[in-house]
């Protein structure tokens, strides 16, 4: 599985960003996917989560303002990311999981087997 992540850019805050990955391989439709962040000096940190049947779960510092949500169509998982804050800026880093079972561990970088390349996010103040 590939993932490629776009969408990234420089924003101020207040503004809205969304970002794509779209991954290749035919089974997406049944893959949980997660986007990460990782700031500078910071560890990689959980932002939100799509299961394969559609559930959602969100880090508690995006509720209410990013949505995840997916096209199985065209093989892509989106992040629309509103009311951003410059404490937002990041790496922000898609991933698949390929077992759904693991759908109970979405919050954690072990819940998933397969990482894109990231997408720079900035917001200024």
């Known amino acids: 599985v590939q993932l490629q992540a776009s969408g990234g850019g420089l924003v101020q805050a207040g503004n809205s960003l969304r970002l794509s990955c779209a991954a290749s391989g035919r089974t997406f439709s049944s893959y949980n996917m997660g986007w990460f962040r990782q700031a500078p000096g910071k560890e990689r940190e959980f932002v939100a989560a799509i299961s394969w049947s559609g559930s959602t779960y969100y880090a508690d510092s995006v509720k209410g303002r990013f949505t995840i949500s997916r096209d199985n169509a065209k093989n892509t998982v989106f992040l629309q990311m509103n009311s951003l804050k410059p404490e937002d800026t990041a790496v922000y880093f898609c991933?698949?999981?390929?077992?759904?079972?693991?759908?109970?561990?979405?919050?954690?970088?072990?819940?998933?087997?397969?990482w894109g390349q990231g997408t720079q996010v900035t917001v200024s103040s």
């Open positions: 991933a698949a999981g390929t077992r759904r079972e693991k759908w109970h561990v979405a919050g954690v970088q072990a819940g998933y087997d397969y």
